[in-house]
């Protein structure tokens, strides 16, 4: 059955979004008690299970062997430290607020694009990138709740963010979606595994199910982004990431009663304006074609 593979990557992304905002409900209610080391150890453990489960079923060593193993660690050292910056943020910002600030990363892509896959960076690239950031400093307004190290986190988790995810795409050049999630998490599990005993506080059987839970939801996300950046250019499913301030809106005000005020919600406005602004430029600069795929 045919299928055409930017859609494909666009509903790849649709999936890792609603489980990333699940994923960071999860990190907010959990930030309350414990360390961001120990959160990373515990997701990054049982995101791990599932795709050496599935090796162990499939028999699927051989899709599992790299030359770039040193790309994949430096991959995780900078996705550890991105985690680190969230979870931080989510314990000290409403979540509307902390993605807010992070939807630097699309912009960050296109800067990262250029020297990791070799994409020009336009004038209308720039463009975006200066409403964009008119947005952040918005945001940021002295006073606010936002200009604090927590909103500083949230920025710099932003940006190493777009930075592990123009890698995971240099990779998918070579490696198989599968190949890449393992050594990932394999990667993550190993790292924030070594600063366990500093940090190690032992979870109730209530909150076990919710680290299990967030490994799971947390796995799929993984997974399903992964999957998006190797279907699709970056500049197409990366704006994609802007629901995420539409689901993390509403979950905030479910569960802890936050609203973003009119300053966060100008500084997303021209955000996602800009990230939107950046789509429709590159797909006139650089038209794409559908061309159908067969599926495995």
């Known amino acids: 059955m045919p299928s055409y593979p930017i859609y494909r990557g666009m509903a790849a992304m649709f999936v890792a979004v609603i489980?990333?905002?699940?994923?960071?409900?999860?990190?907010?209610?959990?930030?309350?008690?414990?360390?961001?080391?120990?959160?990373?150890?515990?997701?990054?453990?049982f995101v791990f299970l599932i795709p050496l489960g599935m090796a162990f079923q499939k028999q699927s060593w051989e899709s599992l062997k790299s030359n770039k193993k040193k790309y994949h660690a430096l991959r995780a050292v900078i996705t550890v430290l991105s985690m680190?910056?969230?979870?931080?943020s989510f314990g000290h910002l409403p979540?509307?607020?902390?993605?807010?600030l992070a939807y630097v990363a699309p912009f960050f892509m296109a800067l990262f694009s250029s020297p990791l896959l070799g994409e020009k960076v336009t004038l209308h690239a720039w463009i975006a990138i200066?409403?964009?950031?008119?947005?952040?400093?918005?945001?940021?307004?002295?006073?606010?709740?936002?200009?604090?190290f927590g909103g500083l986190s949230?920025?710099?988790?932003?940006?190493?963010?777009?930075?592990?995810?123009?890698?995971?795409?240099?990779?998918?050049?070579?490696?198989?979606?599968?190949s890449i999630t393992l050594w990932f998490m394999g990667a993550c599990f190993v790292i924030s595994g070594l600063l366990m005993p500093f940090y190690w506080q032992m979870p109730s059987l209530n909150e076990w199910i919710l680290f299990v839970a967030l490994g799971s939801v947390g796995g799929a996300a993984?997974?399903?982004?992964?999957?998006?950046?190797?279907?699709?250019?970056?500049?197409?499913?990366?704006?994609?990431?802007?629901?995420?301030?539409?689901?993390?809106?509403?979950?905030?005000?479910?569960?802890?009663?936050?609203?973003?005020?009119?300053?966060?919600?100008t500084g997303?406005?021209?955000?996602i304006f800009g990230g939107l602004y950046l789509v429709y430029q590159e797909a006139r600069r650089k038209p794409f074609v559908l061309v159908p795929a067969l599926v495995e």
């Open 222 to 265: 993984v997974m399903a982004i992964t999957r998006a950046f190797s279907l699709a250019p970056a500049f197409i499913v990366g704006p994609l990431d802007y629901l995420t301030f539409v689901f993390g809106t509403l979950i905030g005000y479910m569960i802890w009663g936050d609203v973003p005020d009119a300053f966060v919600v």
């Open 84 to 88: 680190v910056f969230y979870i931080y």
């Open 19 to 45: 489980c990333y905002s699940i994923n960071d409900a999860l990190i907010k209610w959990l930030s309350d008690t414990y360390h961001p080391v120990q959160i990373i150890f515990c997701r990054s453990l």
């Open 95 to 100: 979540l509307a607020d902390a993605y807010a």
């Open 268 to 271: 997303v406005f021209l955000l």
């Open 130 to 148: 200066a409403i964009g950031f008119c947005g952040v400093l918005i945001m940021m307004r002295p006073g606010s709740t936002v200009c604090s």
């Open 154 to 178: 949230a920025f710099v988790a932003g940006v190493l963010y777009a930075l592990s995810l123009v890698m995971s795409r240099k990779l998918s050049q070579t490696e198989s979606d599968f």
